[in-house]
């Protein structure tokens, strides 16, 4: 589980360099996708559970702070259906059934998510914020597709599903059958048939279209006579921003659950941001994207809106749409704005089913096996996807989604816990220094032990490899005179592995051996430079390569 570099740049063909931006592709994406970040940010405010407004502030927010700070030219910030469920399911475990405290729970939990990025981005976490593996994401975002069209369905058809897991929800839906409203059924049907079709063309605002249509059709056909809702009216006289007033002991696990948003967000964000990248042979920077999802997420907080994050469904149809800058994203929250001010009112009439099957519609690519069809090849990924599939469906979507996170972190520590240590040996006389067990016709220099830990030390694995180290230079045959420890894998120390390197030293040193400690980065050659120098006796610390390190250690008066 590799974190997403600081700076991402594809190497591509001279003749596929970024292209420079078009001004007028940009209006025409712009004009294109606003139609469809609309009613997305609408629907997926149904799923969190919050007024429909709040959607709309996060979309408003993220296209600002992003556009401001951000480094894709295609990413398109706004609420996201996976943040949508979480928060609603972070929210109503806290509020009890209090839905002023409900929102409250949700302005906190937005404003600590922001703040997390912020202090990631500060810190340039950019390289290490991204714990959830793809295995892992992907079982758990085909999941959170299949339970987040579960409950799009029971709304559709007026039917109530207790809180609980998909499994018990198929059984209630199935009992329900009788009290099904079925003209919310078709009317859901039709928006979905003309949201395939727009789909087939792709300028055309789907979304938008089927939006306008269903606001036609329910005053025609007077929808609400059988039992069909509206949305309701969307309220975006703004407040003065403030933080919610909570107790000390609701912050504190409103911090427990940023951190899993925060995950979520960031994996879906950037993944999204990187594939995009990587496609165009684009430049972009993990740590001024934090700053910029951090900067989103704290204004939608501070206006009382949802998470924001870089969907991949909005962004590749600003990709599709042919953006070639963020302009475009611009000119889709200008083109929202003059919505909002124009024909609000008049969206407050749009039918429920119409914006579930919105959402149904953005998400039925979730559904897709064909992205898993790969990590069952191999059979660790394979039962990481089942697990996460398996977490969501049973547990529901937030423990679901921190049953995932734990996963994937167990996953790395385990990974990085089991490292072994490679003794290495020189390829065909040169200047190459390969591990002897996958090249066995390489030579090993008589008196020098050169070792190289797989993974990077740190404090599950140090003592380990250091000892197995020892062990390896006490029985080598013939005896050593010398060890080098390559440490390229290890860019910094933390303070166990410090003080193991202190009792290795001394361990060398009582058994009259040269420790040569090569390819060591600056930082973790700054810190054990600080130690006493009596430790240091007989340890050269050197950013020497290893066959630096070897010539060194066959000088005569070395």
């Known amino acids: 589980m590799a974190g997403a570099p600081p700076q991402l740049i594809a190497r ?19 004009l294109s996708i606003a139609g469809l970040l609309l009613p997305e940010a609408v629907a997926y405010s149904s799923i969190a559970a919050v007024p429909p407004q709040a959607g709309v502030i996060a979309l408003f927010a993220g296209l600002l702070c992003y556009g401001l700070l951000g480094t894709s030219r295609f990413a398109i910030v706004s609420a996201t259906s996976s943040s949508a469920a979480v928060l609603a399911a972070a929210t109503a475990t806290l509020a009890n059934g209090d839905a002023g405290l409900r929102m409250t729970l949700a302005i906190g939990l937005v404003l600590v998510t922001g703040g997390f990025f912020l202090l990631a981005g500060l810190f340039k976490l950019g390289s290490v914020t991204s714990f959830i593996a793809k295995p892992v994401l992907r079982g758990f975002a085909l999941g959170l597709a299949a339970t987040i069209i579960l409950k799009q369905v029971a709304s559709i058809v007026d039917v109530h599903l207790s809180n609980g897991n998909l499994i018990r929800f198929v059984p209630q839906l199935l009992e329900q059958w009788p009290q099904w409203n079925r003209v919310g059924l078709l009317v859901a049907a039709v928006a979905l048939l003309v949201l395939w079709v727009c789909a087939r063309f792709r300028r055309v605002p789907g979304g938008l279209l089927v939006v306008a249509l269903g606001i036609a059709a329910g005053q025609w056909l007077n929808l609400q006579a059988y039992g069909v809702d509206l949305i309701g009216v969307i309220d975006l006289s703004l407040e003065v921003p403030r933080l919610p007033v909570l107790p000390f002991a609701d ?20 993944g999204s941001i990187s594939s995009f990248a990587l496609k165009h042979g684009d430049r972009v920077s993990s740590n001024r994207d934090l700053l910029a999802l951090g900067a989103a997420n704290v204004l939608s907080g501070l ?64 559904l897709s096996l064909q992205p898993l069809g790969r990590y069952f090849i191999w059979r660790r990924d394979r039962v990481l996807v089942i697990c996460a599939v398996a977490a969501v469906l ?51 220099i008589p008196g020098v032990l050169i070792v190289r830990p797989s993974e990077a030390l740190f404090f599950a694995n140090v003592e380990r490899i250091l000892g197995g180290a020892l062990r390896l230079a006490r029985h ?83």
């Not at 591509?12 to 994406?29: K, M």
């Not at 912050?251 to 950037?270: D, K, Q």
């Not at 600056?522 to 066959?547: C, I, M, N, R, Y």
């Open 12 to 30: 591509v063909p001279a003749q596929l360099s970024p292209e420079a931006p078009n001004r007028w592709r940009d209006l025409l994406a712009g």
């Open 251 to 270: 912050w504190l696990r409103l911090g427990e659950l940023a951190f899993a948003m925060v995950m979520i967000l960031y994996a879906e964000s950037y």
């Open 303 to 366: 206006f009382h809106g949802m998470p924001a994050g870089a969907g991949y469904s909005a962004t590749s149809a600003n990709e599709a749409a042919g953006a070639s800058s963020r302009l475009a994203g611009g000119v889709a929250a200008a083109v929202v704005l003059l919505i909002v001010l124009t024909v609000l009112p008049y969206i407050a009439l749009t039918p429920e089913p119409v914006l579930a099957a919105i959402v149904i519609h953005a998400l039925a690519r979730g």
């Open 394 to 444: 049973v547990l529901g979507v937030l423990d679901g989604l921190l049953v995932a996170v734990a996963i994937s972190v167990v996953l790395m520590l385990k990974q990085m816990s089991s490292a072994d240590i490679q003794v290495l040996g020189q390829m065909g006389g040169g200047h190459d220094y390969v591990d002897v067990q996958r090249h066995p016709d390489a030579l090993q």
């Open 476 to 558: 080598a045959s013939p005896p050593v005179h010398t060890i080098i420890l390559s440490l390229e894998e290890s860019p910094d120390l933390d303070g166990t592995s410090i003080e193991a390197l202190e009792a290795f030293f001394l361990q060398v040193r009582a058994e009259d051996k040269l420790l040569i400690l090569a390819r060591l980065k600056h930082e973790a050659k700054a810190v054990l430079a600080l130690l006493p120098a009596l430790e240091l006796e007989q340890v050269v610390l050197s950013g020497l390569s290893v066959d630096g390190a070897v010539q060194q250690a066959l000088k005569p008066n070395t």
